[in-house]
């Protein structure tokens, strides 16, 4: 929890975000993620200083409770100081025990963002789903929320100006943005009416247009001049001197299986699980993970 510190910004955590969006595809699979369609909606979770704090935050627990369905784990919450912002005890179940930082005694309003994440904690460890090392296993967390649709809240929760910040989760805005951008593009949903801080919609649209490079990336159809130019001469360079291979920077590399035809291989653009095709013009692929329909020119 960034709390009148700096607010790290832009994609530091790119590929771990990544790689923890085609780990939810791959855990759940594509059926289960699309039960997910409907986001948490901010009357579900509005919290006012009139309101009883601790029966409250056991009313947002609940909420998160139903939204990821996890209908036997009850969520005890309680409050205490501490340097994070909450912490959950993961047991057997079905009670979990979600501690919150003091400070929101004072800021109700982001009690929902902090059960977010917590509650996350506990359906993947039902699912038995995390990622080594602390830094990584919250960083899927942060993304597993979003992309399934309750950290939307995380990234309302950033408000920053000359004189204060706040920031809760691991992921910085931009990358929260990101996620719920593909999020987004995959349910048809508009976020951005939900937020309240005008520095997480700026950030929502960053990472929208960043969701967005990652569909117009060659050999996919939608990709740029510039982009098309260059993969066009590393194929005629993996052609001609029979070297398939990855190219530095290029986010495609040319493979060939012995005697075979030439491939090329590339991320799905939403789960971004490794695709492989052959390389032979206008090819329809579609990703067997996430069951994407990609328009290729190879």
């Not at 959950?88 to 929902?112: C, K, Q, S």
Request: aromatic letters at 10%.
């Amino acid at each position: 929890m960034a709390n009148g510190g700096p607010v790290e910004h832009g994609y530091p955590h790119l590929d771990t975000v990544r790689a923890a969006i085609t780990a939810l595809y791959k855990r759940l699979s594509y059926d289960t993620i699309r039960t997910f369609a409907t986001s948490v909606l901010p009357a579900d979770v509005a919290f006012c200083d009139q309101d009883d704090l601790h029966l409250g935050a056991l009313r947002v627990a609940r909420e998160m409770v139903r939204h990821y369905r996890l209908p036997d784990a009850r969520i005890i919450v309680g409050f205490r100081e501490m340097i994070h912002a909450a912490n959950v005890e993961l047991a057997a179940g079905p009670e979990y025990f979600v501690e919150l930082n003091d400070r929101f005694r004072t800021h109700r309003r982001d009690i929902g963002a902090a059960l977010a994440h917590e509650v996350m904690h506990v359906y993947l460890h039902r699912l038995g789903l995390s990622f080594p090392g602390t830094r990584d296993n919250e960083i899927l967390t942060d993304t597993a929320a979003t992309y399934l649709g309750a950290g939307w809240l995380l990234l309302d929760a950033y408000r920053e100006d000359s004189a204060s910040s706040q920031k809760l989760g691991y992921l910085t805005p931009e990358e929260f943005g990101y996620v719920l951008a593909k999020r987004a593009l995959l349910f048809g949903e508009e976020p951005a009416i939900w937020f309240t801080s005008p520095q997480a919609y700026t950030a929502y649209t960053r990472g929208l247009a960043q969701a967005r490079r990652d569909e117009q990336q060659p050999p996919l159809t939608a990709a740029g001049w510039a982009g098309r130019r260059r993969y066009a001469r590393d194929r005629r360079h993996a052609q001609d001197h029979s070297e398939p291979g990855s190219h530095p920077g290029a986010p495609y590399s040319f493979t060939s299986a012995g005697r075979g035809p030439l491939g090329v291989c590339f991320s799905c653009p939403t789960c971004h699980q490794r695709i492989r095709v052959p390389v032979r013009g206008r090819v329809r692929a579609r990703c067997g993970l996430c069951r994407t329909v990609l328009e290729c020119d190879t």
